[in-house]
């Protein structure tokens, strides 16, 4: 799940203006007054996650299942924690 969350963070970044990219380190806070990202910037996120989990894992996540989870995803690290722990019982 690491290799998922840091592609959708580059393409992510791709987008950014350079005062908004994000670092790929697990202390880098996603959500609240320290995340340089907007809510806007959280659903492309969320979703580019979702998309490549399906694709790459052929695994289902949906965007109600992050969203449901949000109050644990406050941070890169707290992202990558939430995906490992929901497949941990899935085929890699």
């Known amino acids: 799940m ?7 963070i580059e393409k992510l970044n791709e987008v950014l203006p350079p005062k908004k990219k994000l670092i790929n380190e697990d202390s880098t806070p996603l ?13 492309n996120l969320f979703i580019d996650i979702e998309q490549i989990i399906k ?18 995803l406050e941070t890169i690290g707290s992202l990558k924690n939430f995906l490992k722990e929901k497949f941990k019982n899935e085929k890699k």
């Open 2 to 8: 690491d290799k998922i969350v840091t592609k959708s």
């Open 31 to 43: 959500i609240g007054e320290k995340s340089n990202l907007d809510s806007i910037d959280l659903v």
């Open 55 to 72: 694709k790459e894992k052929n695994l289902n996540l949906t965007f109600d299942d992050i969203i449901k989870n949000i109050d644990q």
